[in-house]
């Protein structure tokens, strides 16, 4: 710290910027911004759509207190119970044992422990990862979690404060992995569904302060650092061209892509989308070692997934930093878009070439798309209500029952999050899938209003955004292909629920 403080240049940009902030609020534009958000705001709040949009929905309303959410929720705490009732039955000799008190403090700490699980998760190359690691990882996760909740009689796995949609959401997955046209093909997405369903379980129920709450985003983005630090020295050093990931007519002199540990580039830069926000949110909250330690960090990322010229993800990456920079201060939104569009032409040219294929009906991934979703159809029009079951293997193979892809090829998966889910698990588990992601976001915005503490709500910004970010990214990428990305897509969707409850518990304290 005393070496940021007799920094020149530190001074020197601090003097520039509060300078530049000070002046930018007492200029007459701040001044007509003021007055122009004022309004806005006004007109809003009395109208009948933000009424209906901002107001607490009855199912929702109503889920805390209903049997349903009471019973499902002590379903999911069975093993918590049975824990406490041992613990209480044999407290003397429980916390006499150096081993029960040790496990008890681990599972206290499960936020740490998910934290390092992804880390290691992002670290991990593409040869040595297996996917049942994830699920055999947060199992353990979820047993030391339990644990840990023997001595605290308030700790459970807050199933009931994920709302009502998530439950529901669930159950649909039960429901196309039973009724599958191949339940055997299903089982092994399954495992996939219920890793993701605990990430996002541990890391609502281990958080309880936003120290640990940063400890565990913080041990993720690691990860996130060691797998861009590698997509850079890939970028360096050069990657084969894979014909199939880039049209070399339309891309011309356009290197290999990177994909770090990831096995394709689009994988990587979608993980390089959901997390490079929350960095940037680490950046702002941390103390000046922690600054210079999240601005290489973002430095490393940002060059990565311009080495992965994967498009989708650019435009998910800024969509996110918009949404972010719209809910910390909407003044920044159109600078951000003014300096972004000033910026490119002084991109790397393959980089600029790469951006101006953008919509190209041309090229042939875009091209390949639009033939899947027209392949996709002919799967709807028979399957659109209860699916073909869980997974891309059903899905695959129920392709190979109608007319091919203009090359020959059956589609592998819709290209699509949206299409596959209603493809996958029916109409029903597609609707109960998008009122859990707008009542997520929604809630998640309301509690950035009602926020006291700085740090959670730039969190939670930042969270929303990346989201916002990976649901563009959806509707030209099948972003839960590689289950890795699933796992991270929802420990994303985690972390929101952890600083939606942040805030509720410090609204609780300063009105109790």
């Not at 609020?25 to 109208?47: I, P």
């Not at 700490?109 to 990882?137: C, D, Q, R, S, T």
């Not at 996110?320 to 920044?332: D, G, I, P, S």
């Not at 040219?349 to 798309?369: V, W």
Request: glycine share 8%.
């Amino acid at each position: 710290m005393s070496i940021t403080k007799s920094s020149l240049f530190v001074r020197l940009f601090l003097a520039v910027w509060l300078g530049l902030k000070n002046a930018a609020a007492n200029s007459a534009l701040g001044r007509a911004c003021d007055r122009l958000q004022g309004w806005v705001v006004r007109q809003a709040q009395g109208s009948a759509i933000w009424n209906f949009v901002w107001r607490e929905g009855k199912v929702p309303k109503a889920w805390p207190g209903s049997i349903a959410c009471r019973l499902f929720t002590a379903i999911v705490n069975i093993p918590c119970a049975i824990f406490k009732a041992v613990y209480r039955a044999g407290q003397r000799v429980w916390d006499g044992s150096l081993f029960c008190r040790l496990m008890g403090t681990l599972g206290g700490a499960a936020f740490l422990f998910l934290g390092l699980f992804m880390m290691v998760m992002l670290m991990a190359p593409h040869e040595k990862w297996n996917n049942i690691y994830g699920l055999m990882g947060v199992v353990a996760l979820t047993g030391l979690f339990v644990v840990g909740s023997a001595s605290r009689s308030r700790r459970k796995l807050e199933l009931d404060a994920q709302g009502p949609y998530f439950t529901v959401y669930m159950a649909f997955i039960c429901i196309a992995t039973v009724g599958s046209l191949s339940t055997h093909m299903s089982l092994r997405f399954f495992a996939f569904h219920l890793t993701a369903f605990l990430i996002v379980l541990l890391a609502v129920s281990s958080v309880r302060k936003y120290e640990q709450l940063q400890l565990m985003v913080s041990l993720a983005v690691v990860g996130l650092s060691v797998a861009a630090l590698y997509g850079c020295y890939q970028g360096y050093i050069g990657v084969d061209i894979v014909p199939s990931q880039q049209d070399m007519s339309v891309n011309a002199g356009m290197p290999g892509r990177v994909y770090s540990f990831f096995d394709n580039p689009n994988n990587f830069a979608e993980q390089l989308e959901m997390l490079l926000p929350l960095n940037l949110a680490l950046f702002l909250n941390c103390r000046w070692r922690g600054k210079l330690l999240s601005l290489l960090s973002l430095c490393l990322g940002v060059a990565a997934i311009g080495f992965t010229y994967g498009r989708a993800s650019w435009i998910g990456l800024a969509c996110a930093v918009v949404v972010f920079l719209a809910l910390l201060n909407w003044r920044w939104v159109p600078v951000f878009l003014v300096l972004g569009l000033a910026a490119i032409p002084f991109l790397p040219e393959t980089i600029y070439n790469r951006i101006l294929t953008i919509g190209n009906t041309k090229d042939s991934s875009t091209q390949y798309r639009f033939e899947i979703f027209k392949t996709t159809r002919n799967l709807m029009e028979d399957y659109w209500f209860r699916g073909v079951g869980l997974g891309t293997d059903v899905m695959k193979k129920v392709f190979e029952t109608y007319p091919t892809n203009f090359d020959g090829t059956y589609p592998v998966h819709t290209h699509n999050n949206y299409l596959q889910m209603w493809g996958e698990a029916g109409i029903f588990a597609l609707f109960s899938y998008l009122a859990l992601l707008l009542w997520r976001l929604k809630t998640g915005v309301k509690a950035f209003c009602a926020a006291l503490d700085p740090r959670v709500r730039r969190m939670l910004a930042a969270a929303i955004g990346a989201f916002c970010g990976i649901l563009v990214i959806g509707l030209a990428e099948y972003t839960w292909f590689y289950p890795r990305n699933m796992f991270t897509y929802w420990f994303l969707f985690g972390v929101i629920g952890a600083c939606v409850k942040l805030t509720q518990m410090e609204r609780a304290r300063h009105t109790a």
